[in-house]
Structure formats: C-alpha cells, structure tokens
C-alpha cells in the first residue's frame, strides 16, 4: 500500500494516538456544532454540491447504498430523499456525529431506510460485493491509510456498482485561490475555534485538504486499488471536486 502525505497529517502532532483515533476524538467534541458551522463556513454551498455528486447516481437507480464517514448523516439524509433506494447504511468512527445523525433521522421518519453504524472505512463489517453504491463525502482525506480505504469500498460494492466521492480541492485561478488560501488559511480556523472551542479540528481541515491528492492523483489511486472508468468534475472554481469510478 503507499504511503500519501495526507495520511500523516493528524490533528494533534503532539498525540501519540494513531490518526483514526484523533479524529474520532476531534469529531466527536465539534459533533454538536458541526452542521452550524458546515452551513456557516460553506455558506450553505455544500448543499448543492451534495446534490449535484448525488445526481450522478441518479441514473444508476441504486437499491442499496453505503455512506462511509457518514458524519451527521447529511449525505444519507439527502440520498433517502434524491434516490428513493431501499436500504441506506452510515458509518462513521465518531460516536458524537452518529447520535446527532440519528436523531435527526427519526425526526425526518426515515429509520425505516437509514441505519447508522459505528464503522471503519478501513475494515468494512459487510460481505463482498454488497452495495449498489458506495458515497464519501469530506471524508475520504480522514481516511488513516487511502489505498487500504478505497479497496474496502472496491470489495463491498457490486460488480457495476459505482462510487462516488465528494471532497474539497485547491482551486488553480489565481484571484480565487489567494481569497480560498485566506479563507481556509486564517477565516476557517478562526470562526471554527469560536463556535466550537477547537480551532485545532479547523486547522486540521485545513492542512489535509493542502496535502490531499486530488484530480488526477486520486482517479490514479482509485485505479491503483481496481476502479474502473474513474473521472472527476470540479466543483465552484475547484474548491470541491466530484470521484466516480466503477467496479
């Protein structure tokens, strides 16, 4: 498996805990500002990002579907409502963002289709070749080890079955980067600690979208591990970026 920049960036050099732990830990302590401040800082953009990464599915009819770092559900939430499919499965490592995910589903009725599970990205608790599609998003740069990540996902979709994944990305035009390097560099970090006492987590956010592979790097990787037909779409001058690949 390789080794990728991102994977050492952690949200607590200091720690001695493995990445996975501190960001279960850092999750769990902004859980409950995290939707607030996702709104807040995107200024509600990452709705119609979410949408227009599900609409590539759209197609597909996915009966069953898997939504790995399900975070608050949000993603999960909005597949119920765009695809109609029979079975949703969250998981996520953190504790704190699945009880908010769960409420928010029972007051939406939708637990007869969405069921959210403590779970690792990087040791799959399903058989093989279990979903229709597979979703990520702003989770795939937690991962702890990519490569190890994305061929859990390769194992558990349907031969055909797709996965997409949504992750934020540096844009390349220079107006709009140095305002996004400002934005992300010094606003995002700033407003974060202040609703949420942990400028740390919005620092940390920072730092692995900077060393994160993207475009081409991550349809490589995703290659790398067996998917097939893999492209990616830009997003907001580059600030998100849509994955699809193919089993």
Excluded at 79 to 94: N, T
Excluded at 129 to 157: C, H, P, W, Y
Aim: charge should be positive.
């Amino acid at each position: 498996m390789g080794n990728y920049a991102h994977d050492r960036i952690v949200p607590d050099q200091a720690s001695n805990l493995p990445k996975k732990e501190q960001v279960a830990q850092m999750f769990n302590e902004i859980a409950h500002r995290y939707d607030f401040l996702n709104r807040f800082l995107s200024a509600g953009i990452d709705i119609g990002w979410r949408k227009k990464a599900l609409k590539m599915l759209k197609k597909d009819q996915p009966q069953t579907m898997l939504d790995v770092a399900t975070g608050t559900a949000d993603l999960a939430i909005m597949s119920a409502h765009l695809l109609a499919p029979k079975e949703i499965i969250g998981i996520d490592i953190s504790e704190g963002m699945l009880e908010i995910g769960k409420k928010k589903i029972t007051e939406l009725n939708l637990d007869h289709c969405i069921q959210l599970h403590l779970g690792d990205s990087e040791a799959l608790a399903f058989s093989d070749n279990r979903f229709d599609a597979v979703t990520v998003s702003f989770g795939v740069r937690n991962f702890q080890q990519l490569e190890k990540g994305l061929s859990e996902i390769l194992r558990v979709l349907k031969p055909g079955g797709k996965l997409m994944i949504l992750e934020f990305s540096r844009p390349s035009a220079p107006i709009i980067k140095q305002f996004y390097n400002l934005y992300m560099d010094v606003i995002t970090p700033k407003i974060g600690g202040l609703f949420s006492k942990s400028r740390k987590a919005y620092q940390y956010l920072n730092d692995s979208v900077q060393q994160f592979p993207e475009g081409k790097n991550l349809t490589s990787v995703m290659e790398k591990v067996g998917f097939k037909h893999t492209f990616f779409k830009r997003l907001s001058f580059g600030i998100c970026t849509i994955y699809i690949g193919i089993k």
